[in-house]
């Protein structure tokens, strides 16, 4: 059935709300084989970031609710000439690909099914060329006020004010730590850290499993001693005024993904004035990588990007929009703590003393469930396919002690999204706190959800993770790893010499597993050891535990000489 310019403007919506109801329903519970290829796209679509729901209903004043502005697109207004963003011009992507056009397939859709991995050429739309013509002149201005600012924070410095570094944490660990002494060990400076919720995926809500998480790490900054801002009132559900709180000549962004930050800290609402600096959350040394983990929309903004290796440099220097520029090649900031490693009080207190001879596994699952509309190349998660194996390994093997690392998202998405466990009846959600519950009340076992895991990797035996950001930090640890791999699921992106470091098996190949377990682990028969220390040295070796005193003196050196 379809829906008039009339229909929507005049009668108003009702007469075909429950329509759209049902559609979005039946995408939520991943019903939608009967439905054509366009509403079938819906979640990879949605999860694309190229479809602005705020352009499309005002731009087109329409009269449907913001919930039902994707179908429609997808239904109805890719066939009357509609745009889904200022950015994409479907009629244009239609014009360029005549064999989609015979198809009636809906362009976006299209493009981010096929069009993009094909090789067909972005469609920007005549607005959007302009804005990129701008953004070049901007980009050109911005740098030019970038010189200004170091000029002006040199003359605050000469007057003897201090200079604002501020870190802008999503509720997550904080893995800055020597970076962050640095400053504040150094009185030209005034070190903070805001504290801000952590929303999963494009979600706008933060609910109680977030907030539950940014008070705990909250808790964990307070007590060690780190001088944390609260970024947001969860009684009035307002970020923090950050320029008038903090007054930041300098803002460290600990992720890329502006959609998680609250909009009055996103790059571009905050002045031009601030020195914006970014340290990659993971080592990112694959060519194959998706452009968006060097090209993340806010490049031409950057002061400066302090990166882990050569091989991030080369890779900005072709996949970001303002090539390699402002990277600084100064090591791995984020595994300084754990290359500089000392026991302390605030360590990991294991159940076994090492002296016991026992060993022990750290176990690592991911939060990316299968789901409906997720990717099959965005889904690293075994946790459905080997949940039940390992407690019940652990549970029948009281000599080895397990350390259960669940991503920080894995209870969000248990608890709270509609995964394939969900929909076919495995769990409720009530699941994630009762199994980890039962974890907790082994004798030789923990779940650990504390905000600094590099103690962890220091101390434990052997890692099995799925993982594969720890596919990097892990050979720091130099101990022996073994990464869970789904059927079905292409890791060419991911897979370069640091693979090769790691033992492997399928998530539910559990006789392999076990091999890894008592032949590597307990019998410490580690045959990769070699191979491991090789590729360390070759790929990840530079500037080893001395990246956060490098970043430190290269921005004292642009400030103070």
Not at 14 to 26: A, F, R, S
Not at 386 to 408: G, L, Q, T
Not at 492 to 513: L, Q, R, T
Not at 519 to 527: A, H, I, M, R, S
Request: glycine share 4%.
């Amino acid at each position: 059935m379809k829906f008039t310019k009339y229909d929507l403007n005049i009668k108003g919506f009702d007469m075909y709300n429950n329509e759209y109801e049902v559609i979005l329903k039946d995408i939520n519970n991943g019903n939608i084989s009967n439905y054509d290829n366009s509403i079938q796209a819906y979640n990879k679509v949605k999860d694309s970031n190229l479809f602005d729901e705020d352009f499309y209903i005002n731009h087109y004043n329409l009269k449907i609710p913001k919930k039902y502005a994707l179908i429609h697109y997808l239904k109805e207004g890719f066939l009357e000439g509609k745009n889904p963003s200022m950015e994409f011009d479907g009629n244009e992507y239609l014009k360029s690909n005549p064999d989609v056009k015979r198809s009636n397939f809906n362009p976006l859709a299209h493009y981010v099914l096929y069009g993009k991995g094909e090789g067909r050429d972005f469609p920007f739309s005549v607005t959007r060329k302009l804005q990129n013509k701008i953004d070049s002149l901007e980009n050109e201005i911005y740098i030019n006020r970038i010189t200004q600012n170091i000029s002006l924070l040199r003359d605050k410095v000469l007057k003897g004010k201090k200079v604002n570094v501020v870190f802008i944490l999503p509720a997550m660990m904080f893995v800055y730590k020597e970076l962050y002494n640095l400053f504040d060990n150094d009185d030209k400076f005034n070190v903070q850290i805001v504290l801000v919720p952590h929303r999963i995926g494009n979600r706008s809500d933060i609910d109680d499993v977030a907030k539950d998480k940014y008070y705990q790490i909250l808790g964990y900054l307070k007590e060690n001693k780190y001088n944390v801002i609260e970024g947001y009132d969860f009684s009035n559900f307002n970020p923090i005024d950050l320029e008038l709180r903090c007054s930041p000549d300098i803002i460290f962004y600990v992720l890329p993904y502006m959609r998680i930050y609250p909009e009055n800290m996103k790059v571009y609402n905050l002045p031009g004035d601030i020195l914006y600096a970014y340290i990659p959350y993971g080592e990112f040394l694959e060519s194959t990588l998706e452009d968006n983990l060097y090209n993340f929309g806010w490049n031409e903004r950057i002061w400066k990007i302090f990166c882990s290796s050569p091989d991030y440099l080369k890779n900005a220097a072709i996949k970001s929009n303002v090539g390699s520029s402002n990277v600084v090649v100064s090591g791995s900031a984020r595994m300084d703590s754990l290359v500089n490693y000392e026991p302390s009080k605030y360590d990991y207190n294991w159940i076994f003393n090492k002296d016991e001879n026992k060993k022990r596994i750290i176990w690592a699952p991911h939060h990316t469930l299968s789901r409906p509309g997720l990717n099959e190349s965005e889904i690293f998660s075994t946790f459905d396919e080997n949940y039940k194996f390992f407690y019940e390994f652990a549970k029948d093997n009281p000599n080895i002690e397990w350390v259960v690392r669940p991503h920080p998202l894995l209870k969000e998405v248990l608890s709270n999204v509609n995964t394939n466990m969900k929909i076919d009846g495995v769990i409720t959600e009530d699941f994630a706190d009762d199994y980890f519950f039962k974890w907790n009340s082994l004798p030789n076992a923990r779940v650990h959800e504390e905000l600094d895991y590099f103690d962890l990797f220091a101390t434990a035996d052997a890692m099995i993770t799925d993982c594969v950001s720890f596919k990097s930090e892990y050979l720091f640890a130099n101990k022996p790893g073994l990464i869970l791999e789904r059927n079905n699921v292409i890791y060419d992106e991911y897979k370069s010499s640091i693979f090769d470091a790691w033992y492997k098996a399928k998530g539910n190949d559990f006789d392999k597993i076990e091999q890894f377990i008592n032949d590597v682990v307990v019998n410490e028969d580690d045959y990769l050891k070699e191979t491991r220390e090789k590729i360390f040295k070759e790929k990840l070796d530079f500037n080893t535990g001395n990246a956060s005193k490098t970043i430190y003196e290269y921005i004292k050196n642009e400030l103070f000489d």
